[in-house]
């Protein structure tokens, strides 16, 4: 029973981890913030990235008051690195600088979910198994 207990309690920790993944960005400031443009514009590139519709944390720096559930933003991880490029013009080649409206450094993120107590139904669940299970031993009639 121990074992099956301890194997939840990995799952569940483990599922948990998965938004704190990082990934690899073009962090560019602009007149409404810094934001953060995450979409290569080809593959295998860290230099360039897509501008139109990608905008992935928006300008926030923290969870800011009236954000829902589905609100993110991004955690700075690394200092910025070397010059990055987004938001290509449609015109010359997708891999000179010069074709692109915005330029920045590339940075690496983490993804922070608003707001902080998003899991707590999940734990509620949890903590009410936990407790059936050791109900249902103490009142068991093979008490094992």
């Given at each position: 029973?121990?074992?099956?207990?301890?194997?939840?309690?990995?799952?569940?920790?483990?599922?948990?981890?998965?938004?704190?993944?990082?990934?690899?960005?073009?962090?560019?400031?602009?007149?409404?913030?810094?934001?953060?443009?995450?979409?290569?514009?080809?593959?295998?590139?860290?230099?360039?990235?897509?501008?139109?519709?990608t905008v992935?944390?928006?300008?926030?720096?923290?969870?800011?008051?009236?954000?829902?559930?589905?609100?993110?933003?991004?955690?700075?991880?690394?200092?910025?690195?070397?010059?990055?490029?987004?938001?290509?013009?449609?015109?010359?080649?997708?891999?000179?600088?010069?074709?692109?409206?915005?330029?920045?450094?590339?940075?690496?993120?983490?993804?922070?979910?608003?707001?902080l107590d998003?899991?707590?139904?999940?734990?509620?669940?949890?903590?009410?198994?936990?407790?059936?299970?050791?109900?249902?031993?103490?009142?068991?009639?093979?008490?094992?």
């Open positions: 029973m121990k074992s099956i207990i301890i194997t939840i309690i990995h799952a569940v920790l483990l599922f948990l981890a998965f938004p704190v993944l990082a990934d690899t960005g073009c962090l560019i400031n602009t007149s409404a913030g810094p934001k953060v443009y995450y979409v290569p514009q080809f593959s295998g590139t860290t230099t360039f990235y897509q501008g139109s519709g992935r944390y928006g300008n926030q720096a923290s969870c800011q008051a009236g954000n829902s559930p589905s609100n993110s933003y991004y955690i700075l991880t690394s200092a910025a690195g070397p010059t990055c490029y987004a938001g290509y013009d449609g015109s010359g080649a997708t891999n000179d600088g010069a074709n692109y409206q915005q330029s920045g450094n590339r940075v690496t993120f983490n993804v922070a979910n608003c707001p998003d899991y707590i139904p999940l734990l509620i669940i949890f903590a009410g198994f936990l407790g059936l299970f050791g109900i249902r031993r103490r009142y068991s009639p093979l008490n094992f």
